[in-house]
Structures are given as C-alpha cells and as structure tokens.
C-alpha cells in the first residue's frame, strides 16, 4: 500500500510583543526588554507610541533596535512607514486608516515586514495577503484596556483563515497567559501581546516564560 503524504505540522504560535503607548522612561523600558527578550521566544517588538513626536520615535528606535538586534527579534513600527524606513526598522504595522499597503510597501522596499490591521473581516485580510502583507492581525478577542475596541472577533475567524490562506495571522487584543493557548490551538501563527506582558505581576520576563509555555503546549 502506497503510503500517504505527511501534512507539514504548521510551526509553534509565537509571541509577538507590543510596547506600551507611552515610554515615560526609555531607559526603564529598555531594561525591561532586555530582561524579557532574554527571557524566551519572541518573533517581533511592535513600537506603538501613539502621542509621540517624530523625535521620540527616533530616540526610542536607537534605544530599542540594538536589543532586539541582538535577540533576532523584529523590530516593527506602527503606523509610519516614513519613520519606520529613516530608523532602520525591519517592518511597519499599519491600520485601515493609516498608510495604505502599498504606500508603505513603496516606501519601505520589498523586504520589508509589513502587517496590516483587518478587525474581525476576512475580506479585509484576504485584501491585504493578496495585495502582499508578510501578515494580517485579527482582533480584539478580548477586552483590552491598552485601547479602545470597536472590533470584537471571534477564534473561528482564525481557524478558517489557517485552513484556507498562507498568509500568517497574528491575534490580537486582550491576550493572557490564560486565553493565548486557545488562540494558538484556534489557528493563531502569532499573539500579539501588550499589557499581558508589561503589567504582569511577575515581571515581563516571566510573562514571557509563561507564555511560550502555553503557546509551546498548543502548538
């Protein structure tokens, strides 16, 4: 009997860290970063400060990407993918009202990461993997207090998407040591973390420990 093919087991759901909106005290933040990237797996760094002036974002560019340089981490911007191209960054992350995909693929080169915001809408996402994002983020799941949501998604939107699109798809919103597992087993090929890991009561590095445990059993 002829034996069948081996479906390739899709990779481990990895963790992918967003930064406070606000680093009041850069040099803090960035011994925190260190302790938590030294701390266990981690794909990507998302720089979000929102109120930011061009002139922090550069600061904290040049603070941050040596770190996340020396942990082969990603380091992605969110919103500018001007800033994001001057600083030297690896990707941009732009919403449904920032930059369009292919401005910031214009402007940051075919090598670059670039992820784009979908909410809870597949047709959004399958816009964005056809018109080339490295990736797509679904979200919320879950209540967050790290912004404002609009959009409440369900885990089903990513098992539908794993099954039927290659593009990675990033979960986000809310996300916990205690729901990350659900999102992984979903289909998650990333969760977006923010709080879970910033205001943990251990501390971010063992935030991180905590979540690759979980992310690495429902994988």
């Known amino acids: 009997m002829a034996r069948q093919p081996?479906?390739?087991?899709?990779?481990?759901?990895?963790?992918?860290?967003?930064?406070?909106s606000a680093l009041p005290d850069l040099e803090a933040f960035a011994v925190q970063l260190e302790a938590a990237l030294?701390?266990?797996?981690?794909?990507?760094?998302?720089?979000?400060?929102?109120e930011a002036s061009d002139d922090e974002i550069r600061a904290a560019v040049a603070r941050l990407r040596p770190i996340c340089q020396a942990h082969d981490v990603a380091l992605i911007l969110n919103d500018r993918p001007d800033l994001a191209r001057a600083t030297g960054c690896d990707g941009v992350h732009v919403g449904q009202e920032d930059a369009s995909l292919a401005d910031a693929r214009r402007i940051m080169g075919e090598d670059a990461m670039i992820g784009v915001t979908c909410h809870d809408s597949r047709h959004l996402a399958m816009e964005a993997a056809e018109g080339g994002a490295d990736y797509v983020a679904f979200g919320a799941f879950y209540p967050t207090q790290t912004k404002d949501v609009v959009h409440h998604a369900e885990p089903g939107i990513l098992t539908i998407w794993?099954?039927?699109?290659?593009?990675?798809?990033?979960?986000?919103?809310?996300?916990?040591?205690?729901n990350a597992g659900g999102l992984a087993a979903a289909g998650a090929d990333f969760v977006a973390v923010s709080a879970g890991v910033w205001r943990h009561p251990d501390g971010a590095a063992a935030a991180v420990r905590a979540f690759n445990e979980v992310l690495s059993a429902a994988s």
């Open 162 to 178: 794993q099954e039927t699109m290659e593009t990675p798809c990033v979960a986000i919103g809310g996300v916990t040591v205690e």
């Open 38 to 50: 030294s701390a266990g797996d981690c794909a990507a760094v998302q720089l979000r400060l929102k």
């Open 6 to 20: 081996q479906i390739p087991a899709r990779p481990p759901c990895r963790l992918y860290l967003i930064t406070p």
